[in-house]
């Protein structure tokens, strides 16, 4: 027990001390300072103005996002004030994440690295937009989901999704886990109506901000995503073709894959974030809880995170960060790459070889093995 104790304080400080940096980092009394989403907030009239995003204003977020912002603007006032109270939340938001991945892990039996809550995306990307909270109420959603509270675990998956939209590629793993008709169907409603109490205001009172938000989001062109070396064109069709074809497909396996619920949705995740044709580097920060109940310790992992920093890091060095050729843009490159590894190490961890990911018929020996079969029988038939 007393183990147990100290694994949730060790995991509560770290995680605080990870995210106070990352205020720091951010923040204007740190000299130099390093650019986050919150502080551009902060350019735009209406945000400095207190007005109500979506209904006085469009706001390119989700719901929950905007109501994030706002409050920090109401609450704090003035741009410091503001920072802060986006801070004090965010600290919030840590402390609870720590707690839960604490939870998780002991029904895991796994063993809480608290020193991964350093990883240099909390870090970096704690204090910059709203994926710490996105992370905490995915995280939550499997911590009760594993502790047989389902309802809560739909709550918390539709408060992930009304923060962050991408919490909707988990919905299908948590219904297959499920496999009874009446459950699944009570998981899809609730995680419905919980989405619906965020969205449906505003449909009903400025059905035009979420039209713009759908013009918005499909206007967008590539960023950070590893096929803008192929496809050259950030706002090129085919290549956002591509991207929805290749998210897809990995998706569709990964619903399909016999695994246990937390590496899924893991893999879930990182399925959807390997082919999105927007992976900003604070996407990162939803993995993270993941990684630590998971234990995961490839050193793809250390890889992937220090390319996904380097991409804000080197972000102002060139005039156009998102075309290919540029420092960021091999940088998301190789962060790509590396997340690819390190699902691969975890299915290994799982006992799924790579081979086994592939259908059937392309399991079946090649022409390659047969020749090479037969060459080494005549091989052996010349040493006799």
């Known amino acids: ?217 499909r206007g967008w062109g590539l960023e950070d995503a590893w096929y803008i070396w192929i496809f050259r064109d950030p706002f090129s069709f085919y290549a956002k073709l591509f991207g929805l074809a290749v998210t897809g497909i990995l998706l569709l396996r990964v619903y399909t894959l016999k695994l246990p619920l937390a590496p899924r949705v893991f893999l879930g995740l990182a399925a959807y974030l390997l082919g999105a044709t927007i992976y900003s580097p604070q996407f990162n920060l939803m993995l993270i809880p993941l990684v630590i109940v998971l234990a995961i310790e490839d050193p793809s992992l250390y890889a992937w995170e220090v390319f996904n920093a380097l991409i804000i890091l080197t972000w102002f060095s060139v005039t156009s960060p998102t075309l290919p050729g540029t420092f960021p843009q091999l940088m998301a490159l190789l962060r790509t790459t590396s997340l690819a590894v390190l699902c691969l190490a975890l299915l290994e961890k799982n006992g799924i070889r790579p081979v086994e990911l592939l259908p059937s018929f392309l399991r079946r020996p090649s022409l390659l093995d047969f020749l090479s079969i037969k060459g080494k029988g005549r091989a052996r038939e010349s040493r006799k």
């Open 1 to 217: 027990m007393l183990r147990y104790r100290n694994s949730l304080i060790a995991a509560l400080s770290a995680s605080f001390a990870a995210v106070f940096m990352s205020f720091i980092l951010h923040s204007n009394w740190s000299d130099p300072n390093i650019y986050s989403d919150i502080g551009s907030f902060w350019t735009r009239a209406e945000v400095q103005h207190g007005l109500v995003p979506y209904f006085q204003y469009f706001f390119e977020y989700p719901p929950i996002s905007g109501c994030i912002i706002y409050l920090a603007r109401i609450v704090g006032g003035d741009y410091d004030g503001y920072y802060s109270t986006f801070g004090v939340m965010s600290l919030v938001a840590a402390l609870v994440i720590a707690w839960s991945c604490w939870r998780v892990a002991k029904v895991l039996g796994s063993r809480l690295n608290p020193l991964y809550f350093f990883l240099p995306s909390v870090i970096i990307y704690g204090v910059y937009n709203f994926d710490l909270f996105n992370a905490l109420f995915i995280i939550l959603s499997l911590q009760f989901f594993l502790e047989n509270r389902k309802g809560v675990s739909a709550a918390a998956l539709g408060l992930a999704i009304a923060t962050k939209l991408v919490g909707v590629v988990l919905l299908p793993i948590y219904l297959l886990e499920l496999r009874k008709g009446r459950s699944m169907l009570r998981y899809f409603l609730i995680t419905a109506v919980v989405v619906a109490c965020f969205y449906l205001p505003i449909a009903l009172l400025k059905f035009s901000s979420l039209y713009q938000f759908y013009t918005y989001i």
